[in-house]
């Protein structure tokens, strides 16, 4: 699975299938040393699973248990003193709390093959020098918001385009039949930044579904979406410059605060639909504001805003919801996509102990 | 194109090709007799086209300027009198105002051959007895209109089921954060009353581009749409009860009316999200009031709302935004929409005029 992009399906038996969207590895996992384990049924039989945190529903780990394993869910935070004691006795953890698997917790967990990260950003939960030191695997959980955000996205990009929102508002407030001509999803050219997961499925979901034209600008280039999908490549600066919509999905990291800003707002088509369902900073707020106020940007549309207070910010809250539309970060919010991480560390976990091949390997 | 549905593209040297959506005509439409047409290029020069209505862009009329045709479009609304003298000289009348084309008008037009009415409503602007005894054709633009409204349709179902509208409301009043998991669409399964045009786009939206799983009902069922896009026939009761969402699109008529009411939303899955972009009176008022109060209707989609005043309506009124969404009938909105209509109508007059061959002939 890894080093490929697309829809994948997982099957193991007694599990529920899950499609989930595979995310691109930066860099190509290393083989590394991990601890044995039990191919034959019968010795599987012992296993201890510790799971931690409330958020995988109780019978998504039913398949732990149909194969006769202990799975142990304390229902608080667990001290650092009673993470070290339950992982002294574990074979796996799935890590779905807010504990951190540290140093000290890894070096005594004897047993212990497998770190299931329930979600992305494990770095802040796992050790993964000590992780890696004493042969334990950790994987996470890629692609299983994918879906959700991107619906959200769709929903985000049709409110802008068609300003339902902002139409709503006007119904209820009394201003109803001022309303004007919008355009067709169907007739507009979309610009995606960030041609990952998420990416992914919107560019899908417009293509296939809406039949658009869709370009994007991606930091890696991918030839096979390309002719899948039906999707061209351009430079940022020139994507920004020929659409009709611009679509931010690229993630937040030290490269993207500012990525759309002042030039590519300003080389923009004049009345530029801009939804933003990432990291608010990768639009520039200034620029984003000045726009607006140019008519360069007709309509944006963002899940989650600027949290530093600043002259733009406050003028861009005044544009609400005429102009904006901000959700507070619901991209990921549904039970579909927060099952799906469950099942996938559930998923993980069993490939380990049953067969030694851990699911989406990062350490 | 008639008796059939599906997407047509149709294409005249010149005109710009347009895409929309045939209708499937409840009756086959007979062959009467229509004035002679000039298939000679030479004789064709001379013809006369009347315009009324300010909706057609002049760029959109440029196809018969470009034949050397003389076009007359008045920027106001003709009298009677005005029409009459208007047609007298006319050879194609695109219908596009509310002048009502009657028979003393039509009598007197001595070389009329065609009445391209733009919309798909003429009787109220058209006297059809008078039109047929004097061989004149009439034609509607069906299908036009239809790609607008699916997609805001789509829309509805997104903030519906993701509530994008009530936690916008939220993030702007400052109550961000306790915001609900809710679900996504590619995990629900979608029920479409009503399919003909709109609602073969939406099927095709969300089994293409969603990957979800439709259900429709119908007054005449389709094996042929059931096949092509994937989606399976109901009775309405029996589809009400199964499905996650219920998507409102059938035409408004003496037998539409409560067609969705008491029975069945109260055979309704507990949550169900409820988008209705077609007459609200579709959806009884009672029946709905109720069922949001029961939770059996978890959120409601309107695009327009109920207009005679009552109990009901003040009820349903004050569950916006957080159980119900409202626009003021929006849904054709869109400049490609009232495009699609004008190229259309320009097309049936130029295919009637060059080979005798009228589009989307109602009379």
Redesign the interface.
């Known amino acids: 699975m890894h080093g490929r992009q697309g829809v994948a399906t997982a099957r193991l038996d007694g599990l529920p299938p899950i499609r989930y969207i595979c995310y691109q590895h930066p860099f190509p996992l290393p083989i590394r040393p991990t601890k044995r384990y039990y191919k034959d049924g019968g010795n599987v039989m012992s296993q201890k699973v510790l799971v931690t945190g409330t958020s995988v529903r109780p019978e998504l780990l039913q398949p732990l248990r149909d194969r006769g394993w202990s799975v142990d869910n304390p229902p608080h935070l667990l001290s650092e003193g009673e993470l070290k004691k339950a992982l002294s006795e574990a074979d796996a953890y799935l890590l779905g709390g807010d504990e951190r698997a540290g140093r000290d917790a890894i070096a005594g967990a004897s047993n212990l093959k497998i770190i299931a990260f329930l979600g992305m950003g494990y770095e802040a939960y796992v050790d993964s020098a000590a992780a890696l030191e004493h042969g334990v695997v950790v994987t996470n959980t890629p692609g299983t918001l994918s879906?959700?955000v991107a619906?959200?996205t769709?929903?985000?990009l049709?409110?802008g385009v068609?300003?339902?929102?902002y139409?709503?508002h006007?119904?209820?407030t009394g201003q109803?039949?001022s309303?004007?001509?919008?355009?067709?999803?169907?007739?507009l050219h979309h610009g995606i930044v960030g041609m990952g997961g998420i990416g992914t499925r919107v560019a899908?979901?417009?293509r296939?579904?809406?039949d658009a034209r869709v370009s994007y600008y991606s930091r890696t280039r991918k030839p096979e979406l390309e002719e899948s999908i039906g999707i061209e490549y351009l430079p940022l600066d020139e994507l920004t410059g020929v659409v009709d919509t611009l679509i931010v999905l690229t993630p937040g990291n030290e490269e993207t605060p500012g990525l759309i800003g002042e030039r590519q707002l300003a080389g923009a088509r004049p009345g530029l639909v801009l939804v933003n369902t990432a990291r608010p900073e990768i639009v520039d707020a200034d620029a984003l504001n000045d726009a607006l106020d140019s008519g360069r940007v007709s309509y944006a549309a963002f899940d989650d805003?600027y949290k530093a207070d600043g002259a733009s910010r406050q003028e861009l809250a005044s544009k609400?919801?005429s102009r904006l539309?901000?959700?507070?970060h619901?991209g990921s919010?549904?039970?579909?996509?927060?099952d799906a991480m469950g099942i996938l560390a559930v998923k993980s976990i069993v490939s380990m102990l049953e067969t030694g091949t851990p699911l989406h390997r990062v350490v």
């Not at 068609?162 to 929102?165: A, E, F, G, S, W």
């Not at 919010?333 to 927060?338: I, K, N, V, W």
């Open positions: 879906n959700a619906e959200l769709i929903g985000h049709l409110s068609r300003k339902i929102h139409y709503a006007l119904y209820e109803s039949g309303e004007e001509k919008q355009r067709d999803i169907a007739a899908e979901i417009l296939r579904g809406f805003f609400i919801p539309l901000v959700t507070g619901i919010l549904t039970h579909d996509a927060r």
